[in-house]
């Protein structure tokens, strides 16, 4: 027995509005900037950590030595 979807389609879309309308309460506002914040200090301290290395690859591309010698 083949269902048609068609009512069940039509109905959903006369249920819910077409527009939305919401807000950000400041307690949200206040997690993503702490988030934001977060990110920033592990990116900088994931920096400081591997910093040799980094200044090793980097310095590596530049080098002007060849590969044979």
Same mark, same amino acid.
Do not use: C, E, H, R
């Given at each position: 027995?083949?269902?048609?979807?068609?009512? =069940?389609? =039509?109905? @959903?879309? @006369?249920?819910? %509005?077409? $527009? /939305?309308? &919401?807000? *950000?309460? %400041?307690?949200? &506002?206040? $997690?993503?900037?702490?988030? *934001?914040?977060?990110? @920033?200090?592990? !990116? /900088?301290? !994931?920096? #400081?950590? $591997?910093?040799? #290395?980094?200044? #090793?690859?980097? /310095?590596? =591309?530049? /080098?002007? #030595?060849?590969? &044979?010698?």
């Amino acid at each position: 027995m083949k269902k048609n979807i068609f009512p =069940l389609a =039509l109905g @959903l879309t @006369l249920l819910f %509005p077409i $527009y /939305s309308y &919401g807000y *950000i309460d %400041p307690g949200t &506002g206040s $997690y993503v900037f702490q988030v *934001i914040v977060a990110a @920033l200090v592990a !990116a /900088s301290f !994931a920096i #400081k950590i $591997y910093w040799q #290395k980094i200044k #090793k690859f980097v /310095s590596g =591309l530049f /080098s002007k #030595k060849a590969d &044979g010698q």
